[in-house]
């Protein structure tokens, strides 16, 4: 896994969900300068999202978390605030 893109990965993949907005997070492994290397990436609307260039020549995608799986399981900011005004 390239270092950093995990814990950025995942990080924003919660805070952006939580948020409403829907993205999905992708795991992909390629091979870069002859050894097999991981990397992970948000897509949003089908395209890689927050990311300085498009990892999908490199990596080829090999799991994906999607928010519909995952949704109700995050609790939204909109939720809380809703409940602490009742």
Known sequence: MRPGCLT???TRYYFLRRDG???SLCF???EID???AGH???VKDGV???ETRDP???YSEM???TGSVRRSMIPSRKNELEQSRS
């Open 21 to 23: 907005m829907d993205v």
């Open 40 to 42: 992970c990436w948000l």
């Open 8 to 10: 950025r990965g995942v």
């Open 56 to 58: 999908r020549p490199l």
């Open 48 to 50: 890689p999202f927050l």
């Open 28 to 30: 992909g492994i390629g």
């Open 34 to 36: 002859g050894e097999f």
């Open 63 to 65: 799991y994906r978390l």
